[in-house]
């Protein structure tokens, strides 16, 4: 069975750029969240989505943001990068999201 | 607010050495404290889900506890393959700001020599 999958996996970008994340979720799974983590922390949550609709948010700026598309993938965007943007970028996806949650490989971006 | 803290941050084990990771939360209400593991530079991979008070779950050498309060995660006899960072995540009652925001901990970063 395939799990969560991101791509890419890995990501270099300049201040200021903008970039674009995706994920698809494990068949059958309607929800996706996104978290970031950061070198020696836990994932903070970013974005909860369900049936294509936003369901949470965390404490992001509005340069991030997300959207889920009718086969349930999703992208995260962030805007106007920052060097403190750079971290491991986690999907995860759920049956419908208040259940336990399945995590893909990440991706690894770098601000430089 | 909502608040996970585990501890302790690190714990350097013998192989066959037993020893418990701690999760104490605060929380308005408990939906579900879930239990994962996670190896240099991958994602989180799902342990566990506990759900009330009182809840046991096993798998090989992990057995996770719940109470009111806390959660432990017991590791028996340790092999090195069990190295890692283990994570614990609450997810709130479910409320219209709580909807799918499971809150992590820092983590304990677990190694287990031969």
């Known amino acids: 069975d395939a799990g969560v999958t991101q791509s890419p996996t890995h990501l270099i970008k300049t201040r200021g750029q903008h970039v674009t994340l995706r994920c698809s979720p494990i068949?059958?799974?309607?929800?996706v969240s996104w978290y970031q983590q950061v070198l020696g922390q836990g994932p903070q949550f970013i974005f909860q989505y369900y049936e294509k609709e936003e369901r949470g948010r965390g404490n992001f700026p509005d340069r991030f943001s997300a959207r889920q598309f009718p086969n349930y993938s999703s992208e995260l965007n962030v805007n106007a990068l920052l060097l403190g943007d750079s971290a491991l970028y986690l999907c995860?996806?759920?049956?419908?999201?208040?259940?336990?949650?399945?995590f893909g490989q990440g991706t690894r971006l770098t601000v430089v | 607010e909502d608040q996970v803290t585990q501890s302790p941050e690190a714990l350097r084990l013998q192989e066959g050495e037993s020893s418990s990771l701690n999760c104490s939360y605060t929380?308005?209400?408990?939906?579900?404290l879930f239990w994962y593991r996670q190896d240099p530079g991958k994602g989180p991979e799902f342990l566990f889900t506990l759900y009330s008070a009182g809840e046991e779950k096993e798998k090989e050498r992990l057995k996770a506890t719940l109470t009111k309060k806390e959660s432990f995660l017991h590791i028996t006899a340790p092999k090195p393959e069990d190295s890692a960072t283990y994570l614990c995540a609450v997810h709130p009652t479910v409320t219209t700001d709580s909807w799918g925001k499971f809150q992590f901990g820092a983590g304990t970063q677990v190694v287990v020599t031969p």
């Open positions: 995860a996806s759920s049956l419908n999201g208040n259940t336990e949650a399945f």
């Open positions: 068949s059958g799974h309607k929800s």
């Open positions: 929380v308005s209400g408990l939906r579900g």
